[in-house]
């Protein structure tokens, strides 16, 4: 139990300013779980926890949540006293508590006769605001944690789901009896690929998430024979997702620089964000070239294109835009990836054409 005198806020006042402060002060007592006032009332007055102890809340989303408790000596209800509006949160006795309370018009009147009372008031309540701004970003730094690690898991959860159905499906094969040796070869096939996939996905995940550089071995070959070969496994995925791949041109057999485990995550980055922009089905168009001294791929959907919204930020991590799930992580993955190879990846759209990525690679 503390006096009206021994307050913090009072405790600097003459005996002259003490014995003015008790004539306009009331005494109440409220029992456990009694509200003292609740949010919307009238901000009639300031109150001090006499004895007992005092719990804010407020409506925070769909639950009412506890601000702070407050104990003998402290002061709530303060900004009554500033401003002549409804209150913002509900204040419950926790216990049985006795408050002291001072009507706003009286306090007005008191503050306006004693500037140490003014200034002491104005202290207490830029560090009560200091409080509750640290708790808030304390609170929206965690719920954006939270939703950070909703949308990376999500992501990694949608980009598993094409190799563990290629996986299932190819597994229900190797147990027909029927299947031909070349169909069983190739099933398998088909696991060991999607299973060494499965283990790169996670390998970026870990490499994006821990800032780690990779040192991944690049030497020479034959571009025309490594996207040939990866383009029936594409095929193969893009039709789970009602797309199909068309090759407008076939690469020049030439000799490119690059680690075909870690391009085959571009490819299938870019294919799998294209299918994405087509539930309803299309078609994504691969094409090559090269000036002698680059290797450039170009994949376009029939999509609806890059939206403006998201243009200037397709490579940002966690930056998507039209897809139910997904994060962008993807096109992050893919320009470390192209940069590690010494290479330029970009995007572009056109009026009445869908979104279309291109990257180089240098030739050996």
Same mark, same amino acid.
């Given at each position: 139990?503390?006096?009206?005198?021994?307050?913090?806020?009072?405790?600097?006042?003459?005996?002259?300013?003490?014995?003015?402060?008790?004539?306009?002060?009331?005494?109440?007592?409220?029992?456990?779980?009694?509200?003292?006032?609740?949010?919307?009332?009238?901000?009639?007055?300031?109150?001090?926890?006499?004895? %007992?102890?005092?719990?804010?809340?407020?409506?925070?989303?769909?639950?009412?949540?506890?601000?702070?408790?407050?104990?003998? %000596?402290?002061?709530?209800?303060?900004?009554?006293?500033?401003?002549?509006?409804?209150?913002?949160?509900?204040?419950?006795?926790?216990?049985?508590?006795?408050?002291?309370?001072?009507?706003?018009?009286?306090?007005?009147?008191?503050?306006?006769?004693?500037?140490?009372?003014?200034?002491?008031?104005?202290?207490?309540?830029?560090?009560?605001?200091?409080?509750?701004?640290?708790?808030?970003?304390?609170?929206?730094?965690?719920?954006?944690?939270?939703?950070?690690?909703?949308?990376?898991?999500?992501?990694?959860?949608?980009?598993?789901?094409?190799?563990?159905?290629?996986?299932?499906?190819?597994?229900?094969?190797?147990?027909?009896?029927?299947?031909?040796? !070349?169909?069983?070869?190739?099933?398998?096939?088909?696991?060991?690929?999607?299973?060494?996939?499965?283990?790169?996905?996670? %390998?970026?995940?870990?490499?994006?998430?821990?800032?780690?550089?990779?040192?991944?071995?690049?030497?020479?070959?034959?571009?025309?024979?490594?996207?040939?070969?990866?383009?029936?496994?594409?095929?193969?995925?893009?039709?789970?997702?009602?797309?199909?791949?068309?090759?407008?041109?076939?690469?020049?057999?030439?000799?490119?620089?690059?680690?075909?485990?870690?391009?085959?995550?571009?490819?299938?980055?870019?294919?799998?964000?294209?299918?994405?922009?087509?539930?309803?089905?299309?078609?994504?168009?691969?094409?090559?070239?090269?000036?002698?001294? !680059?290797?450039?791929?170009?994949? !376009?959907?029939?999509?609806?294109?890059?939206?403006? !919204?998201?243009?200037?930020?397709?490579?940002?991590?966690?930056?998507?835009?039209?897809?139910?799930? %997904?994060?962008?992580?993807?096109?992050?993955?893919?320009?470390?990836?192209?940069?590690?190879?010494?290479?330029?990846?970009?995007?572009?759209?056109?009026?009445?054409?869908?979104?279309?990525?291109?990257?180089?690679?240098?030739?050996?």
């Amino acid at each position: 139990m503390v006096s009206l005198e021994s307050i913090d806020l009072f405790r600097s006042l003459g005996p002259t300013e003490h014995q003015a402060l008790r004539l306009i002060t009331r005494e109440l007592h409220f029992a456990p779980q009694t509200a003292i006032f609740k949010e919307g009332d009238p901000g009639d007055g300031v109150y001090f926890v006499k004895d %007992g102890l005092v719990e804010i809340s407020s409506v925070v989303g769909p639950d009412r949540r506890v601000l702070s408790q407050l104990g003998p %000596g402290q002061i709530f209800g303060e900004m009554a006293v500033i401003e002549h509006r409804p209150r913002s949160a509900t204040a419950i006795a926790a216990k049985d508590t006795d408050v002291y309370f001072l009507p706003r018009g009286e306090m007005l009147s008191f503050i306006q006769r004693s500037p140490a009372l003014a200034f002491g008031l104005l202290q207490h309540i830029s560090h009560r605001l200091r409080e509750f701004n640290q708790v808030y970003l304390r609170e929206v730094v965690q719920a954006e944690r939270l939703a950070v690690v909703g949308n990376f898991a999500r992501s990694i959860v949608h980009d598993l789901k094409n190799p563990l159905s290629i996986i299932s499906l190819s597994a229900q094969m190797l147990d027909r009896p029927e299947t031909r040796p !070349e169909a069983h070869a190739q099933a398998s096939l088909r696991i060991r690929r999607q299973t060494e996939r499965i283990s790169d996905m996670v %390998g970026d995940i870990l490499i994006f998430t821990e800032g780690q550089r990779v040192d991944m071995e690049i030497k020479p070959a034959n571009y025309h024979t490594y996207v040939m070969e990866l383009v029936a496994e594409l095929r193969t995925e893009a039709e789970l997702r009602n797309a199909r791949i068309h090759l407008q041109n076939e690469p020049l057999p030439l000799l490119v620089r690059f680690n075909p485990r870690r391009l085959s995550r571009v490819f299938h980055n870019l294919v799998h964000n294209a299918a994405d922009m087509m539930p309803g089905g299309g078609v994504v168009y691969l094409r090559f070239r090269s000036d002698g001294k !680059e290797m450039m791929t170009e994949i !376009e959907d029939t999509g609806p294109g890059i939206a403006p !919204e998201v243009a200037d930020r397709l490579f940002e991590a966690f930056a998507t835009f039209g897809k139910e799930q %997904g994060t962008g992580l993807g096109l992050s993955i893919c320009k470390k990836i192209i940069e590690d190879h010494q290479g330029r990846i970009w995007a572009r759209t056109e009026p009445g054409r869908g979104a279309m990525f291109a990257f180089t690679l240098p030739l050996a």
